[in-house]
């Protein structure tokens, strides 16, 4: 028997990793007389695993019938399929359902199950007939069997769909899935009345608030136990689908797929449920949709990071399904570019091109439906799979000492905070490439950490950043800092000093020991401070444009307040700086820490990223500017240890890096770049 498992962020099968790199193709929505020949085509991309969607709907041609293998129609020969690719020497993903989507009539289901929700009983109970059923055609063909299934995705995208169910769900006039959840929450109702700040007699009186648009501490305790609400649901679900399956000995790794967000699915609690859990990426063409979606989507792949076994993207946008061209664009050859290498410098190990074929009601694919290539996108794929392979992300190790706190149930709860972050955003203004810190498990730890989430923090998140401090960490907060619990009840673990007084804002410069930073913010004010203060110095405005002004202007200049301060905690400390987080500000603290900034971009929207293997470092450069850029990247001089050269793998130009550490490259708008730093060639 072959084994199968996962180690180190690789998936291993008897002892040799298969890279996860791989396109969707849906058999039955294809010619079976062109399988071959498209399946020779995805070859020829360099790709070895093929994923594919097995659409309950069309197999069960007649109530409680199924076939597997034709004898209905030829493109319901899954096992024809299967041999294909075994016979080509490729490996299959199967992504079994019961629910699959993908502009399917039903989402994939049959029409008679519908009106039952995920977890209802009937809908489960004909699940489990299907799942023994599929598991029974596909089990002599996993790769356990020395076949070539490695992977079986168990349903897809668990979502309540509470809009569609709302009686069941207990939303309206009797009792449901909702009341059940709240039982199981707060045991008692007396525990609900006091943290929601309600009066009810029992749960049933209980309704949902399902959209955060009033401000009251009560509506959003609630809005937030709805948001609690899914997570359970798509948890529950999700035990049992991944459940079922193991019942019935599929006993390659099963992975989950979820939303690109953490409104609907709680992903961390995925991963202790299947082998592997993976998010679904379709960006805009070239991230233009709005100023923040580039770094949205590095910060999701940088919370996959936190949890998952393999950073896995389970759906990487290729092509585009029917309605969706609209909003998305012409997905363009830089796009692909752009897109593959950002995600590779936020830490991912692999991903699934959804879709590498065309289909009905999906376009723009480097391959059409007959096997035919489309001859600007090719190459580029053929591309970027020979870079992934030359890079192997699950042998590198991604050059970062910084950190950003990250708080799932606040993210899931008030989505437009993380999208409008002030602490992320600075970070990615100045290039400064990091980590996430998920406050409920305390990983990813390094030596300096940003405060980025909101003045409430769970009691357990709380004490996660004080045993992080105490541990020897650097904890910077600004204007914002943990004061409540997740009850909104007044809670500061760490002991942070609130401030006295909030003055407008004015131009300023901080000094950080010899770092002196420039400064436009409003300013917190403290009278007195546990540590060393830290001071803000009125400058003259640099807006100040009328010489009549100048003398009021005079009238404050050298003022100085105390903005913050640096309080020792155990073996580490705080610094609290009373300011908006800026990228000169940010950087500065770096440089006063004294920690490293591997490499670094002058150029905003430019961004860098360095992983690192056997004594080589890959410089990954993406573009999201409009304009082609000379960009400028600063490499620290621990780089330079290792680094005499630099070659373009795009263009195979070798580029010079001087003593300083300076490396100047060319990438085009909206494009990306990956480039090989090394002693020699």
């Not at 709907?57 to 199924?66: C, M, N, S, T």
């Not at 409920?440 to 923090?457: C, D, H, M, P, V």
Request: proline share 4%; hydrophobic share 40%; with cysteine.
């Amino acid at each position: 028997m072959n084994k199968i498992k996962i180690k180190n962020r690789k998936l291993i099968l008897n002892k040799k990793e298969l890279p996860l790199l791989s396109g969707e193709v849906h058999y039955w929505r294809l010619n079976p007389d062109c399988w071959e020949k498209i399946v020779d085509r995805v070859k020829e991309l360099g790709l070895n695993i093929i994923a594919s969607y097995v659409p309950w709907e069309y197999h069960e041609y007649a109530k409680d019938k199924l076939d597997f293998e034709g004898k209905t129609a030829p493109q319901r020969n899954l096992l024809k399929f299967i041999k294909l690719l075994k016979q080509k020497n490729i490996w299959l993903i199967i992504r079994a359902g019961p629910y699959l989507y993908t502009e399917w009539v039903n989402k994939g289901v049959p029409l008679y199950l519908i009106k039952y929700h995920r977890n209802y009983p009937e809908f489960l109970k004909k699940s489990k007939w299907y799942i023994k059923n599929l598991c029974k055609a596909i089990k002599p063909y996993l790769a356990t069997n020395k076949g070539n299934i490695i992977l079986v995705q168990a349903d897809n995208e668990i979502d309540v769909w509470s809009r569609y169910y709302e009686e069941d769900m207990g939303f309206l006039n009797k009792k449901g899935v909702f009341q059940k959840f709240l039982k199981v929450k707060y045991k008692s109702i007396d525990n609900l009345n006091r943290c929601c700040r309600t009066n009810y007699k029992n749960f049933d009186e209980v309704k949902p608030i399902t959209k955060n648009i009033i401000d009251d501490l009560s509506y959003k305790r609630r809005y937030i136990d709805f948001c609690e609400f899914r997570h359970w649901y798509g948890i529950e679900n999700a035990k049992w689908m991944v459940s079922e399956y193991r019942k019935n000995r599929i006993n390659v790794p099963i992975y989950l797929n979820a939303y690109p967000s953490v409104e609907i699915q709680h992903l961390a609690e995925f991963q202790n449920i299947a082998d592997i859990v993976g998010i679904d990426i379709y960006p805009v063409n070239e991230f233009r949709s709005q100023e923040t979606e580039h770094r949205y989507y590095l910060d999701m792949v940088r919370y996959v990071y936190t949890f998952s076994t393999i950073p896995y993207i389970a759906e990487l946008e290729s092509g585009i399904w029917q309605g969706a061209h609209y909003n998305l664009g012409i997905l363009t050859p830089n796009h692909y570019r752009l897109v593959c290498f950002s995600l590779l410098q936020a830490g991912a190990a692999g991903w699934n091109w959804y879709m590498i074929v065309n289909r009905d009601n999906w376009y723009m694919c480097p391959i059409n439906e007959w096997g035919r290539k489309r001859l600007e996108l090719y190459p580029v794929f053929q591309k970027i799979v020979s870079l992934f392979n030359q890079i192997k992300p699950t042998d590198c190790e991604k050059l970062t000492e910084t950190a950003a706190s990250y708080d799932m149930l606040q993210t899931a709860s008030f989505p437009d905070y993380f999208v409008k972050n002030l602490v992320y955003n600075a970070l990615y203004d100045a290039d400064i490439n990091y980590e996430f810190f998920d406050v409920s498990t305390g990983k990813i730890s390094k030596k300096l950490l940003f405060y980025a989430n909101e003045q409430y923090l769970s009691e357990q998140g709380q004490k996660a950043l004080l045993k992080y401090v105490e541990s020897g960490g650097n904890l910077v907060i600004f204007q914002n800092f943990p004061r409540q619990d997740e009850y909104f009840n007044p809670l500061n673990i760490l002991n942070i000093k609130e401030l006295d007084k909030i003055l407008e804002p004015h131009e300023c410069v901080i000094e950080l020991g010899n770092e002196k930073v420039k400064i436009d913010s409003p300013l917190f004010v403290y009278n007195k401070v546990p540590g060393i203060p830290i001071i803000a110095e009125y400058t003259l405005s640099s807006s100040c444009s009328l010489e009549e002004d100048i003398s009021f202007e005079k009238l404050i200049e050298g003022k100085k307040n105390v903005i913050g301060y640096i309080e020792k905690k155990g073996n580490g400390r705080i610094i609290v700086l009373g300011v908006i987080p800026s990228p000169s500000l940010i950087v500065a603290i770096h440089r006063y820490l004294g920690i490293k900034i591997y490499s670094r971009s002058l150029i905003k929207a430019v961004i860098t990223s360095i992983l690192s293997r056997d004594k080589k470092y890959f410089l990954i450069v993406t573009n999201n500017n409009l304009e082609n850029k000379f960009v400028k990247i600063m490499l620290h001089k621990e780089i330079l240890k290792n680094t005499k050269q630099a070659v373009n793998l795009m263009t195979d130009e070798k580029l010079e890096i001087t003593e300083s550490g300076e490396l100047t490259v060319y990438v085009p708008a909206k494009d990306g770049t990956v480039l090989l730093l090394a002693s020699c060639f």
